[in-house]
């Protein structure tokens, strides 16, 4: 249970009270697991809508998915921006995904590089701890 905790822990983290923290720094793995963590519920949230018969499959949502990915917009982009902090990366990177095709895939890189080894201009190195 050990590990399996730790990984739980972290998302939870996020969810709580890292919900809007913009401060600070997330690891790859906070991040990666936040990730996997809201792909689950939005799976959940559109097999609940589609259980329910509230998913239009015109529009490509319900209700209840749309309440889930209204309420993790801030937590996501909170942990991303702290992920890019923990590359020594000013969170205002986080908009170069509107750049189409090449903008995700610079960010794509940023979030899978390695954080900047000990104490940054974002906080301490979460790996540290």
């Not at 969810?15 to 997330?26: C, D, E, V, W």
């Not at 923990?86 to 986080?94: I, Q, S, V």
């Not at 940023?110 to 974002?122: A, I, K, M, S, Y």
Request: hydrophobic residues 50%.
């Amino acid at each position: 249970l050990g590990k399996d905790s730790i990984k739980v822990d972290l998302v939870l983290e996020c969810f709580t009270r890292k919900y809007t923290q913009f401060s600070g720094r997330a690891r790859r793995k906070e991040f990666w697991f936040f990730q996997l963590a809201y792909v689950i519920i939005l799976i959940l949230a559109f097999a609940v809508d589609w259980g329910l018969g509230s998913y239009e499959e015109v529009d490509g949502y319900g209700v209840v998915s749309t309440i889930a990915y209204i309420a993790l917009i801030i937590p996501g982009i909170a942990v991303a921006v702290r992920r890019l902090h923990d590359t020594n990366r000013r969170g205002w990177w986080f908009l170069i995904n509107f750049v189409p095709i090449i903008g995700a895939i610079i960010y794509l890189v940023f979030v899978c590089l390695r954080g900047t080894d000990g104490e940054n201009r974002f906080g301490p190195d979460p790996l540290a701890k």
